[in-house]
């Protein structure tokens, strides 16, 4: 049986999850050229998948798996933020708000649930971890500079897209 630290914590980073999509969907909308394009549509595919690989811890503590609104809205709004500052800037200030807020969270809820008591939620839990920790590998290599910053988050999806030509 999940204590209530991991379903409370579990419903934030489903919360996460859903804001992410948004957010990046409408950085997607703002991309200029493929390789924009490429990257944000890598960020979009890996916030959905992970919403697809949260769905069955959530039926199983019980949890509804509808889409909240105010997530939806907190997306938006940060896509907006996002979109108005240069292209760099945008990947320093997700950096920042990762590594302060979602990734400390993201860390916990592996510690959440032991691999004995349940290895599959124990697995999906310690992998958000590394979920999120892949956006500021990703973000570094934005900064830095480096050709296809994004293969370290396209190499935990199981659906990658298409690298541009
Ligand atoms: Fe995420």
């Known amino acids: 049986m999940a204590s209530r630290e991991f379903v409370e914590c579990l419903t934030e980073v489903y919360r996460?999850?859903?804001?992410?999509?948004v957010a990046f969907e409408g950085m997607l909308v703002a991309a200029e050229g493929p390789e924009?394009?490429?990257?944000?549509g890598t960020l979009l595919?890996?916030?959905?998948?992970?919403?697809?690989?949260l769905r069955p811890l959530l039926?199983?503590?019980?949890?509804?798996?509808?889409n909240d609104p105010?997530?939806?809205?907190?997306?938006?709004?940060?896509?907006?933020?996002?979109?108005?500052?240069?292209w760099v800037e945008r990947f320093q200030l997700l950096r920042d708000i990762v590594n302060t807020t979602y990734l400390p969270r993201y860390r916990e809820l592996g510690t959440l649930v032991s691999p004995e008591e349940d290895a599959e939620t124990a697995r999906v839990a310690r992998f958000m971890g590394d979920h999120e920790a892949s956006l500021?590998?990703?973000s570094?290599?934005?900064i830095a500079g480096e050709p296809d910053p994004a293969a370290p988050v396209a190499?935990?999806?199981?659906?990658?897209?298409?690298r541009p030509e």
């Open 45 to 53: 595919q890996l916030e959905t998948e992970a919403k697809a690989m």
């Open 140 to 142: 570094d290599r934005v």
């Open 16 to 21: 996460g999850e859903q804001l992410g999509e």
């Open 70 to 86: 105010e997530a939806a809205a907190g997306g938006a709004q940060a896509a907006e933020q996002w979109n108005a500052l240069p």
């Open 155 to 162: 190499a935990l999806l199981h659906f990658p897209l298409p």
């Open 59 to 66: 039926v199983r503590c019980g949890l509804p798996l509808r």
């Open 136 to 138: 500021i590998v990703m």
């Open 36 to 40: 924009q394009r490429y990257l944000l």
